[in-house]
T-cell receptor, first 116, second 108 residues
């Protein structure tokens, strides 16, 4: 089955530690995204990548870093510079063309990060 | 800048029809999408409008009017399982901007 997986589902981090959230997709999508969602709020874009080895900052990139070494993978690192990292993190992907709609995003199940 | 507005909460009863509005202050976007998100879950795609007018997908329909900078999601024959948050989003090719979301509560 095609889809997007994120791991872990729940993650606890001590202050001052970096932590990496995994995102893998087997949909053969070119574009991948990371969003942050706080309780009762909408989605805010952290980073996105349209092709391998290239990515762009979103609205709230400070304190986060990403890499895109493979088309299938787009890990997000939450660094110690992120002052308020406790949130729900969602990874998504979309196709750049072909038969799939280019305007639809497919989301992973999310990772809930809590800083202790 | 890009800005989308939605009502924060809507309440309706089972079997009713509800409309969730989305107004925006942006231009040049490719289309307007709608996503559903249940508590603790991931957003799932519901509907998309590239052109003005109504798109129907089962019990859900979505409408867009670019001249009025306005769109809406229409949910018919409401069911308890429709209780969720609903987000509108505009797409600029591979870039997406989401609205703040509307929490729909369906009462028995």
């Amino acid at each position: 089955d095609g889809g997007i997986t994120q791991s872990p589902k729940y993650l606890f981090r001590k202050e001052g530690q970096n932590v990496t959230l995994s995102c893998e997709q087997n949909l053969n999508h070119d574009a991948m995204y990371w969003y942050r969602q706080d309780p009762g709020q909408g989605l805010r874009l952290i980073y996105y990548s349209q092709i391998v080895n290239d990515f762009q900052k979103g609205d709230i990139a400070e304190g986060y870093s990403v890499s895109r070494e493979k088309k299938e993978s787009f890990p997000l690192t939450v660094t110690s510079a992120q002052k308020n990292p406790t949130a729900f993190y969602l990874c998504a992907s979309s196709s750049l063309g072909g038969e799939s709609r280019t305007d639809t995003q497919y989301f992973g199940p999310g990772t809930r990060l809590t800083v202790l | 800048g890009q800005s989308l507005e939605q009502p924060s909460e809507v309440t309706a009863v089972e079997g009713a029809i509800v409309q969730i509005n989305c107004t925006y202050q942006t231009s040049g976007f490719y289309g307007l999408s709608w996503y559903q998100q249940h508590d603790g879950g991931a957003p799932t795609f519901l509907s998309y409008n590239a052109l003005d007018g109504l798109e129907e997908t089962g019990r859900f329909s979505s409408f867009l009017s670019r001249s009025d900078s306005y769109g809406y999601l229409l949910l018919q024959e409401l069911q308890m399982k429709d209780s969720a948050s609903y987000f509108c989003a505009v797409s600029y090719g591979q870039n997406f901007v989401f609205g703040p979301g509307t929490r729909l509560s369906v009462l028995p």
